[in-house]
């Protein structure tokens, strides 16, 4: 009597969002730590592929490791998810979709260095990096537990979630890619004050970096209200603890969001602070595509079979 063993896909699939994170996570020091130009050549460091771990180019290079390392563990997801769900063809060609993301990002990762910081070019890097991260999270959480149907879930309650989710998500996503233009424009300080603005409700907006301060402190409003208003929705609906839980992840990380957002005003930039509120954004990101993808599994209705690709439907 022999055991089919489980597939390897959906847990290569969470390995690689748990890596993008770290990665994220990882930009976000080298870029605090003022490292981003500690190897001033790409794709080598001085030169050589194996430079002296110290100071800035500790971080720099560790960065341009982690990413090299996460291209690998994506092409290994790739493969699995191609052995294993030949049933789902949808998959390998979203893992396409996600390595040409982790090409082009890693080519602006490049013109990042050469180019000597250019905004728009790493503010598209960053972003890059947030699309790729979405696009993970959503095979992980379609793959999660077979693909198959999320117990309690109803067609309609489904449909209710995955709208605010994805509404959720879009404007979290938005925030971030303001708070990368923030980051890399040095706007970070050009509101020393909180909850206002140089003194004002609402700053004169003469300049980009006052623009985009308050552009990234209005949308973080506006983002917290939408993830608050998902967890309402939810509670009132009752919907199944598998699909709750994600829903109580992403209100505890805004809240958590918007406090790193005050400390890292308050303590000018400080790294930790700094590093965190990128890492916590890109993990509510995370969560509320996982969401969203869970929301379009509901349970066959009576008398319909189940079926085990429901998923498989466009993610609104």
Not at 94 to 118: D, E
Request: net charge positive.
């Amino acid at each position: 009597m022999t055991t089919e063993s489980a597939p390897l896909h959906p847990r290569a699939f969470r390995v690689t969002v748990v890596w993008t994170l770290g990665l994220l996570f990882l930009g976000s020091v080298v870029h605090a730590t003022e490292s981003s130009l500690a190897c001033p050549d790409w794709p080598t460091c001085f030169g050589t592929m194996v430079p002296e771990m110290t100071g800035g180019v500790f971080w720099e290079h560790l960065h341009r490791l982690v990413a090299g390392g996460l291209v690998l563990m994506f092409g290994l997801a790739t493969w699995l998810a191609r052995q294993e769900a030949p049933d789902r063809p949808w998959i390998f060609k979203a893992c396409l979709a996600g390595l040409g993301l982790l090409v082009i990002q890693s080519i602006f990762g490049g013109l990042t260095v050469i180019y000597r910081l250019p905004d728009l070019v790493s503010t598209t890097h960053l972003t890059l990096a947030f699309a790729f991260l979405t696009l993970a999270s959503v095979l992980a959480a379609a793959t999660s537990r077979g693909g198959g149907p999320v117990e309690g879930l109803h067609e309609s309650m489904g449909m209710r979630l995955r709208a605010l989710a994805g509404f959720a998500w879009l404007l979290v996503f938005l925030q971030s890619v303001v708070g990368g233009l923030v980051r890399h424009t040095d706007a970070g300080m050009a509101c020393p004050d909180v909850p206002l603005c140089l003194g004002q409700v609402v700053p004169p907006l003469v300049n980009l970096p006052i623009t985009a301060h308050f552009a990234h402190r209005v949308v973080a409003l506006v983002a917290t209200g939408a993830v608050l208003w998902l967890a309402v929705a939810a509670h009132r609906r009752g919907v199944p603890g598998r699909i709750r839980r994600w829903v109580v992840a992403a209100v505890a990380l805004v809240l958590v969001q918007v406090a790193l957002g005050v400390a890292s005003v308050l303590t000018v930039l400080a790294v930790v602070p700094v590093s965190l509120h990128t890492l916590v954004a890109a993990a509510l990101l995370a969560v509320l595509a996982a969401t969203a993808t869970l929301a379009t599994r509901p349970e066959a209705t009576s008398g319909a079979p189940a079926t085990s690709n429901a998923s498989d439907a466009v993610l609104a």
